[in-house]
């Protein structure tokens, strides 16, 4: 089911004013202008990821620091995978395989640097994230949401995969 929405999201996705204000009052110009090179589908799925960490954090004690700068990680997690052009055959076939140790198998589909780009998009996204000057510990949550290290990143991990 997650991954007929996240289909739908790649084709239908849409940001309303609600979603606007909310993302204009967590992240500062140069985050959002990293949240809005994202490809739409994108955004969106970082959008809903933030709501369900907002809706999941709020039986578990955590501070206003953290829950903001929890928010943010999750709506800006996939920034990697604005560095170039992802089409829907390669999210579809990166959702399926969920490792890129096939890689070159993919090559002569023409599909191998998008793939690549979905695979490393954690650590690019972590780069792209540092350079414009967000927080540390969203860029390293942002860097570890495929491999959560810790409580945040594992929060982060879970909301990411329900979306
Ligand atoms: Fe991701
Ligand atoms: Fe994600």
Known sequence: MRRVRQLYNAVFAKLDPHDLAYIHNLLDKPAQEGFFRMAVCDQSHCLDTAYSVLSAASSLGLTDSILRHLQQAALLHDVGKSVGSVGVVARVVYVLVETWSSLQIFRYFGL????????????????????????????????????????????LAVADSRN
Request: aromatic content about 4%; charged content about 25%.
């Open 112 to 155: 191998d640097l998008q793939l690549r780009i979905l695979a490393e998009h954690p650590k690019n996204g972590a780069q792209i994230l540092s350079s414009i000057g967000v927080d540390p510990v969203v860029v390293k949550w942002v860097r570890d949401h495929h491999q959560p290290k810790d409580r945040y990143s594992r929060l």
